[in-house]
């Protein structure tokens, strides 16, 4: 299952912001509706495009969630 995470802007460019992917920066496209984010706000990630600006709170609870269900089912060995 895919979905898209909440990142923080470190950046912003035209056409594309610089996003903090787990301690690193990346450049991701920026969406039509993101024309007007600053560096310092969330916006949502998939597959290589910011989709969407999300409060800080909100990206704090998104985030926490996927941490929790993370130690829910911890990787094996092998990855999977």
Do not use: K, N
Request: proline share 8%; glycine share 10%; aromatic share 4%.
């Amino acid at each position: 299952m895919c979905q898209g995470i909440p990142r923080p802007v470190l950046a912003v460019a035209p056409g594309r912001l610089r996003v903090d992917i787990d301690g690193r920066p990346t450049w991701v496209a920026a969406g039509g509706a993101l024309r007007d984010v600053t560096a310092g706000e969330h916006v949502v990630v998939y597959a290589g495009v910011a989709l969407d600006r999300v409060s800080p709170e909100e990206a704090s609870e998104q985030l926490r969630f996927l941490r929790e269900l993370e130690e829910l089912f911890p990787a094996t060995e092998d990855g999977a």
